[in-house]
């Protein structure tokens, strides 16, 4: 037991001395589980992923569309505001940037901002130059596995830090939605479900903007 903790604060202290952990976080090497409600189930067959608002065109895709779209990797750190981060976590899911890319969303000029909306009618909500950044993805795996029912399978939005990318802003972890079902672009912004309980909504986890 004491093995495990000293090994834990010595790869803490190298994550800091790297300039990786943020201030008032500290390393786990577990995932805790951590949401608002129960879990909901998975039907594949009713299941469907909308995109509307100030885009071009309204998007409905099934299951199986979903997952016929252009795939993408990406390793980070993620943080949660709870104090805890997890170092070097890789994620695989679709880049809305490579769709926006693809044509296969088109944005309207006035959009600025975006909500996810998920199961239960959750939101979360972000500027759309971080939905459009390479730190921000809707995943379907985790570590090279299916993301698990408490972490948001099928499918939840992911935001983290990709070390040494110092030019992309990195929200709290909250910030992206699990069991999410859409994705509404708007031209103002507008609180999700954890910022009008008091939560701050900018979230950057090197400014500890925990609370608002």
């Given at each position: 037991m004491f093995d495990s903790v000293f090994r834990r604060r010595e790869e803490e202290d190298q994550f800091r001395s790297q300039g990786r952990?943020?201030?008032?976080q500290?390393?786990?090497?577990k995932f805790p589980v951590l949401h608002?409600?129960?879990v909901p189930s998975f039907k594949p067959q009713s299941w469907d992923f909308k995109v509307w608002g100030e885009v071009e065109q309204p998007l409905t895709l099934d299951w199986e569309a979903f997952n016929r779209l252009p795939r993408?990797?990406?390793?980070?750190d993620i943080h949660c505001v709870t104090t805890w981060s997890k170092f070097d976590t890789l994620w695989e899911g679709v880049s809305?940037?490579?769709?926006?890319d693809a044509g296969l969303i088109k944005l309207r000029p006035e959009a600025h901002y975006v909500v996810q909306h998920a199961e239960y009618g959750f939101t979360a909500n972000l500027p759309l130059e971080v939905v459009l950044a390479e730190n921000f993805l809707l995943a379907t795996h985790f570590n090279g596995e299916p993301i698990s029912p408490d972490h948001g399978y099928p499918l939840r939005g992911v935001v983290g830090a990709i070390p040494g990318r110092d030019d992309l802003k990195a929200p709290y972890l909250?910030?992206?939605?699990k069991w999410l079902r859409g994705l509404e672009f708007r031209r103002e912004d507008k609180l999700g479900f954890w910022e009008l309980a008091g939560y701050h909504n900018e979230a950057d986890v090197w400014k500890e903007q925990r609370f608002a």
């Amino acid at each position: 037991m004491f093995d495990s903790v000293f090994r834990r604060r010595e790869e803490e202290d190298q994550f800091r001395s790297q300039g990786r952990l943020p201030p008032g976080q500290s390393l786990t090497n577990k995932f805790p589980v951590l949401h608002y409600g129960p879990v909901p189930s998975f039907k594949p067959q009713s299941w469907d992923f909308k995109v509307w608002g100030e885009v071009e065109q309204p998007l409905t895709l099934d299951w199986e569309a979903f997952n016929r779209l252009p795939r993408a990797k990406v390793t980070m750190d993620i943080h949660c505001v709870t104090t805890w981060s997890k170092f070097d976590t890789l994620w695989e899911g679709v880049s809305v940037r490579q769709l926006v890319d693809a044509g296969l969303i088109k944005l309207r000029p006035e959009a600025h901002y975006v909500v996810q909306h998920a199961e239960y009618g959750f939101t979360a909500n972000l500027p759309l130059e971080v939905v459009l950044a390479e730190n921000f993805l809707l995943a379907t795996h985790f570590n090279g596995e299916p993301i698990s029912p408490d972490h948001g399978y099928p499918l939840r939005g992911v935001v983290g830090a990709i070390p040494g990318r110092d030019d992309l802003k990195a929200p709290y972890l909250w910030k992206g939605a699990k069991w999410l079902r859409g994705l509404e672009f708007r031209r103002e912004d507008k609180l999700g479900f954890w910022e009008l309980a008091g939560y701050h909504n900018e979230a950057d986890v090197w400014k500890e903007q925990r609370f608002a």
